[in-house]
């Protein structure tokens, strides 16, 4: 399921960080990575010669870094606007999942700053694993996935459970904010959590692939209650679908929703205090 990776660098350390602990997973060693450096447009050949002398050694250093197995290891030097370069690799290759470093920008700043992981975030169909500049990269121990009843979610969890199969030493959090839950009935028992019609054949899905888990309930704004529940069990990498609403006619242009930072998984990709892994595919 996560056979190939595109790992676009945004020459920061802890996208880097991000990958080398990604390697302590069986699943992703197994799988083919893809290093891209993207040289933007330069005003002379003089300057862009310089640019891409420099993006070699920006490649060599990652590699020397990250000390991938060579054999699982490919790397492109491309020429042009890194947004656009980036979305189109991702198709060349067929890309399982794109590791891509955030500035974290919120609502019109990523707009009008021309932020490159927003860019990817809104045009792509390929999963995307975010690493904001901000945040410290831990040894992924505790991972949460957010639930609701949209596919986008439980793909989501099928691709958690697919990277967590054989790798013990996480636990995996399955959390679902209902913004119906009154605050009077908070919180929850352990067997209401577990009961959850939402969790409950998640919990099942997650047990049957010997993944340890625990269940939380909560209401409130999903968004804002997904990043509390980030910061009070102290999770390492959080999960969540993000589907794409677009129409079929308008997959070439941004969901103004998404720009404008209104959507669930934008709010979450902005305020989230851990590396967020955005679960998507074509037609979910």
């Known amino acids: 399921m996560l056979d190939k990776i595109l790992y676009a660098d945004s020459g920061t350390g802890q996208t880097q960080d991000m990958l080398k602990v990604l390697m302590d997973i069986p699943a992703i060693k197994k799988a083919d990575i893809t290093i891209l450096h993207v040289v933007p ?22 590699l020397e870094n990250t000390q991938l197995d060579p054999h699982k290891v490919s790397t ?43 860019y990817v975030f809104q045009l792509t169909n390929h999963p995307m694993l975010l690493v904001k500049d901000d945040i410290y990269v831990k040894k992924i121990k505790r991972v949460m996935v957010a639930l609701d009843k949209s596919a ?16 013990p030493d996480a636990e995996l959090f399955l959390a679902r904010v209902n913004p119906d839950l009154k605050p009077e009935l908070l919180p929850l028992s352990k067997a209401e ?13 997650t047990k049957r692939m010997g993944v340890s888990y625990r ?5 409130g704004k999903p968004g804002e209650q997904i990043c509390n529940l980030v910061e009070e069990y102290n999770i390492d ?12 006619v308008a997959k070439s242009l941004p969901d103004l929703d998404r ?24 037609g979910s």
């Open 76 to 118: 492109m030097l491309r020429q042009g606007e890194p947004k656009d370069i980036v979305c189109q690799v991702a198709e060349e290759i067929d890309a399982d999942l794109i590791l891509i470093g955030s500035r974290g920008l919120k609502r019109l700043e990523a707009i009008l700053e021309n932020s490159v992981s927003q």
């Open 193 to 205: 959590m577990e009961n959850n019609p939402i969790l409950a054949p998640a919990a099942e899905k």
């Open 152 to 167: 986008a979610a439980q793909y989501a969890l099928d691709l958690i459970l697919y990277l967590l199969r054989d790798y």
């Open 259 to 282: 720009l404008l930072g209104t959507s669930l998984s934008d709010y979450v990709r902005v305020n989230a205090t851990c590396p967020v892994l955005l679960a998507r595919k074509e």
């Open 215 to 219: 269940c939380i309930v909560t209401g």
């Open 41 to 62: 447009p330069q005003v002379s050949a003089d300057a862009l010669t310089a640019k891409w002398e420099e993006g070699g050694k920006i490649i060599a250093n990652i």
């Open 237 to 248: 990498l959080l999960v969540m679908g993000s589907p794409d609403r677009r129409p079929s």
